[in-house]
């Protein structure tokens, strides 16, 4: 189970907490993929914790649907799940084109710079930092729109999908024609035009879900029939 350096956690923080939140961070963003034990005890060592806050962490993450508890098993990270992948990029969408909208006749040149920025580096980055420059080019504009509210389900979106974007990004064709529909949604953006804005987030996020139903199959190891689970 490969994991980051073990940074020791100060003892006035909470440690079933920290556990958690890095563990959480481990299995969204990497490095821990699906199907992959999880051994409380290594954990704890790596934090400098005992076994029982890392226990309650995997409890939490379990009723999260993160990690697999069996018994006279080991626990392990679970398995991608498409079965409400549909409905959230459905929802993302819509959320991500009102923002877009929105924000489009509020952004300033900064904002608009660092966004180019972004896509230009995104052009030639690795898979890790591409996901990451892809929410942080979503993010500028969803700051910009100005609604806290829209802010924070956007957020619960991308958590769910994170897992799932984070195996598909390694093809390089998906991240190829993400490329190119973040290049029309800066360009509606810069053209201060709300709707061209709306239209071109909207696409992409129908694209995205479109690319992962065409990408499941064929790069994953075992799938369901109903495309629900994936290892």
């Given at each position: 189970m490969p994991l980051p350096g073990g940074d020791k956690m100060p003892t006035r923080v909470n440690a079933q907490d920290i556990a958690y939140e890095r563990l959480k961070d481990w299995i969204v963003n990497g490095p821990l993929e699906p199907g992959e034990n999880i051994r409380d005890l290594e954990v704890a060592s790596m934090l400098g914790v005992s076994r029982t806050p890392v226990r309650e962490a995997l409890i939490r993450l379990s009723q999260e649907g993160l990690v697999d508890i069996a018994r006279g098993r080991s626990t392990r990270v679970a398995d991608l799940q498409f079965g409400r992948a549909v409905h959230l990029y459905e929802l993302g969408g819509v959320l991500d084109a009102y923002a877009a909208e929105t924000a489009a006749g509020s952004l300033d040149d900064d904002a608009l710079a660092r966004m180019r920025e972004m896509l230009d580096e995104m052009a030639g980055a690795d898979v890790g930092r591409v996901q990451q420059l892809?929410?942080?080019?979503?993010?500028?504009?969803?700051?910009?729109?100005?609604?806290?509210?829209?802010?924070?389900?956007?957020?619960?979106?991308?958590?769910?999908?994170?897992?799932?974007?984070?195996?598909?990004?390694?093809?390089?064709?998906?991240?190829?024609?993400?490329?190119?529909?973040?290049?029309?949604?800066?360009?509606?953006?810069?053209?201060?035009?709300?709707?061209?804005?709306?239209?071109?987030?909207?696409?992409?996020?129908?694209?995205?879900?479109?690319?992962?139903?065409?990408?499941?199959?064929?790069?994953?190891?075992?799938?369901?029939?109903?495309?629900?689970?994936?290892?």
């Open positions: 892809d929410e942080e080019f979503h993010d500028v504009y969803y700051l910009a729109a100005g609604n806290p509210v829209l802010m924070s389900f956007l957020e619960l979106v991308k958590v769910e999908l994170r897992r799932i974007e984070r195996a598909a990004f390694r093809d390089e064709q998906i991240r190829k024609e993400a490329f190119e529909e973040h290049t029309r949604i800066l360009a509606a953006l810069e053209a201060r035009d709300p709707a061209g804005a709306r239209d071109a987030a909207l696409e992409n996020w129908r694209n995205s879900w479109a690319r992962i139903k065409a990408w499941i199959e064929p790069h994953t190891g075992t799938v369901h029939p109903d495309h629900d689970r994936i290892a």
